[in-house]
């Protein structure tokens, strides 16, 4: 199974990595500021693709793509190239896959993509890799978290 990157633009709040059920900022049409989106929150991304700054929140008792299960802050400095921050992400959101889902990400029937930081984002302060699991097969009700399948 392989780990599809998407990619963001703009500036993200720094912090996440908790599961606070407090709302994310979110507009009148359902999207979301993709950098207040937290571990634990739901989001229906499956059509994402390129730069985003937006994606649909979901809440996670209705069917939905995906869950923000791990947020990983790379270390301050000039940015490293898209293939360290892929190589970073897809190391990161590998590793906290079994904590979060509680199978091996090699042995599990589920998939993750994440977000990370472009050339742009990280001029404005963006550090953050925010890892989404889901079902390739279907979408999911409830949590993740625990699922271990």
Known sequence: MGAAGLVLAGCSPLGGGSADPSPSAQSTDGSTDVFTIKVGDCVNDSAAQGEVSTVPKADCAQPHDGEAYASITMADGDF??????????????????????????????LSYSY???????????????????????????????????
């Open 115 to 149: 977000y990370y930081p472009t050339v742009d984002s990280w001029a404005q302060g963006d550090r953050e890799i925010l890892c989404i699991v889901f079902d390739p097969v279907t979408r999911t009700v409830g949590t993740l978290k625990g699922a271990a399948r």
């Open 80 to 109: 490293p190239g898209p293939d360290a921050v892929k190589t970073q992400a897809e190391a990161g959101c590998t590793a906290q896959f079994n904590t979060f889902v509680g199978v091996d990400y090699g042995t599990s029937a």
